[in-house]
């Protein structure tokens, strides 16, 4: 076998992963966004590459590989990734989390990294280590971008978002940058919304929300290009909101009607904490912030811009 050590490194792979793989692997039927908010879309992608690679890595070394045997346990293994993979997520569907196609690809991209360090050095091993590093790096550059954009979002706070850095956009669910129409800097958020009954979708904030407990408003300019008026719901969960159910009596909710043009929405925090019915809002905890459409007969478009807290 080349690549990793013989039966020394074997063993402590088996000591370190295998309980590890043991631990983790539950937390693929449970809903963490229930008990610690939205959990960062990244943290997926980065959990099932590093989870099936690790479990490849283990395949691969049991039992000991010889050389000529590469090709066929890359294949049986890749094959069980595969299987395995695609039982999680059909167990998913049946547990309240939603299967996707995209994990499945991303369990098959970390088995792949992991396989090839047990290629032949010479041309098998550049295949492998070229094809598996592409695929890693297609599946993982949304996710590294992602994170990338939390640390600037960070550094922002208290403003949410300008929409003035490459990759602000990013951290909203739906939505282009906008230079044709911006309230602060040089660019907003054009979010289009699709005709549909009460409530149709909008955008949510997946990230840069920070402890609001000490500032006294939360500011947000809205554009309408049109004259019709525009009537928008906005949103405000906490972690607590997503671990209890995900009640609508369990979150702040408010209405808009937006006019011709710019509009600017202040809403005091102190109102937004005093939001759900049966408790207050934990500021510092805050866990999305979502603008919807309501009643939509025909697409609309609106524009975001300048969403901050101020004192």
Known sequence: MSGLPEAAGIKRLYWLSVPLLIGVLPLFFIDL??????????????????????????LMALPPLRRRQFAQRAVLVLLIILVVGSAVEVAQGFLGRSPSLRDVALNLVGAMAAVSLFARPGVQRRVFVGLAGTLLVAMLAAPALDLADRAVARAQFPTLAEFDTPLEHRRWSNGQPSETIARAGSRSLRIELAPG????????????FGDWSGYGYLELSLFNPDDEPLRLGLSIRDREHFRTGRSYRNRYATRMELDWGWNDVRIPVAEIRDGPEERPLDLDQIAELAIFALDLERPRVVFLDRVRLVE
């Open 33 to 58: 966004d229930r008990w610690i908010g939205a959990v960062p879309p990244e943290v997926h992608a980065l959990g099932h590459v590093a989870f099936f690679g690790v479990l490849a890595l283990v």
């Open 197 to 208: 009954s009460w409530p149709s979708f909008g955008t949510h904030m997946q990230r840069s």
